[in-house]
């Protein structure tokens, strides 16, 4: 299944929002809702930690990928993460999964963002937030 995913979006991917390479590998399913951008993604145990759980790292790459694909939806441009900081709650075991990326406060220059993961069963996975350099 991962070599699959792998070749798939080696051949797939276009260097852009919503279809770079990270997002076709992690089988992202991008889409923007009332300020916000949703993410629903297939949960794979090639991307699971050895403990056997989904990745702390990649769950964090998919929440900043949700905050940032909401600020070039929003701004029209793209953002810079300037940090971001992660909390994990509970693993993440069954899919399919899903992320939401919210502004706190849009600024001209720098922003405030949220994003949350859930599982299949609406529990909470996951919570960060990040500061943002807006696009020039």
């Not at 951008?37 to 050895?50: A, G, R, T, W, Y």
Request: proline fraction near 3%.
């Amino acid at each position: 299944m991962a070599r699959g995913r792998i070749e798939s979006a080696l051949t797939n991917y276009k260097q852009e929002f919503g279809s770079f390479f990270i997002a076709k590998m992690l089988g992202l399913e991008i889409l923007y809702q009332e300020n916000s951008c949703i993410i629903k993604f297939p949960v794979e145990d090639f991307l699971f930690n050895p403990q056997g759980t989904y990745h702390g790292g990649m769950l964090a790459t998919i929440m900043d990928i949700s905050m940032g694909h909401l600020i070039k939806e929003i701004a029209g441009k793209a953002g810079i993460t300037l940090e971001m900081k992660n909390q994990f709650l509970r693993p993440l075991t069954n899919g399919p999964a899903s992320c939401e990326g919210k502004f706190i406060r849009q600024g001209r220059s720098v922003s405030f963002l949220e994003s949350r993961i859930w599982d299949s069963n609406q529990k909470l996975i996951a919570h960060g937030t990040s500061t943002w350099k807006m696009g020039s």
